[in-house]
Structure formats: structure tokens, C-alpha cells
């Protein structure tokens, strides 16, 4: 089931006494422990989110959800903030030369040193924004290279 933007959800989201989400869909069936996930988290992570069953079935797809109802979509987003974690690279303070390399870096959620496998971790996306995923799968984002400082961007230039 996908929703029309331009139509009331088919849909209600809420969270249940034990802290569960709860969809319950157009024919009103319930779904327990349902999640979200971003269809598209690189290219367009601000559209096509799926609620899934515990099983990873899709039952509602989402194309806009800023089209929501403002309670549906809080909810919605704040689920998908608590399984999400991309931390945003401020700062490049340093990064060995080779393969693996060791980065140390400065980002919204503190200080962090990692390892980067190989050249091939780092990907820019056509909207200029820049995913690094260190050796343990953990991803990183640079969400504008230009608002590095110096240093920062000549140490990654090393690797792009």
C-alpha cells in the first residue's frame, strides 16, 4: 500500500504501552513492532519510507512523508532517528597514509578515531554529500565539503 500525497493516510501509527510501534492499516488490522526504513537513505532521504512487519514485509510505503499529518510524521521520524546513526564529520584532524588508513575525526556526537579499509569507503553522492563507512560498517557522512576547513579537505583529498 502506498500513500497519496495528497490524501489522508490510510494508515494510524502510535506507540503501544510497552513501547512498541503499532500500525494499524486501512482494513484495520493491527501490525506490532513495525519499523521504518528508508527506502533510499543516500539519494533521497527525505522520501520512500516503508513501514515493515517484524519480518521485514512492507505493509505502508510512503512516498512524501512531509505530507503526513504532523503527529503521524513526528512519530515516524522519531522512530527512524532512534535505529539511525550517522554521525556528521566536522573535522578531519588527521588520517594515516595507506591502506588501512586511521582517521581521526571530530563529529556531532564527539570525537571519534576509526579505521577506513580501503579508498573504496569513501562515496560522494551526486548531491555533493560524502558517506565514509569505517571498518566496523559504521557510516559517517561530510555533508558539505566546501565547509571543511583547510586542513580537513587536503587530508581527504588524499583519498578522493
Known amino acids: 500500500m502506498t500513500t497519496n500525497p495528497t490524501s489522508t493516510p490510510t494508515f494510524n501509527l502510535f506507540y ?15 501490525h506490532e513492532a513495525v519499523a521504518p526504513i528508508r527506502s533510499f537513505p543516500l539519494t533521497h532521504p527525505e522520501s520512500w519510507i516503508c513501514i515493515c512487519d517484524a519480518k521485514y514485509h512492507e505493509l505502508v510505503c510512503i512516498e512524501e512523508p512531509s505530507q503526513l499529518p504532523a503527529e503521524i510524521r513526528k512519530l515516524l521520524l522519531g522512530a527512524l532517528a532512534k535505529t539511525e546513526f550517522m554521525p556528521v564529520i566536522s573535522r578531519l584532524v588527521d588520517a594515516t597514509i595507506g591502506e588501512p588508513a586511521e582517521w581521526q575525526v571530530e563529529t556531532n556526537r564527539g570525537n571519534r578515531t576509526f579505521v577506513l579499509k580501503s579508498e573504496d569507503d569513501i562515496r ?6 560524502i558517506i565514509v563507512t569505517d571498518s566496523d560498517g559504521l557510516r559517517y557522512i561530510i555533508a558539505d565539503l566546501q565547509k571543511l576547513d583547510t586542513h580537513s579537505r587536503r587530508t ?5
Open 124 to 129: 560522494t553522492l551526486s548531491d555533493g554529500r
Open 156 to 160: 581527504l583529498e588524499r583519498f578522493i
Open 16 to 30: 503501544d504501552d510497552w513501547g512498541r510501534l503499532v500500525l494499524v492499516d486501512a482494513a484495520g488490522v493491527r
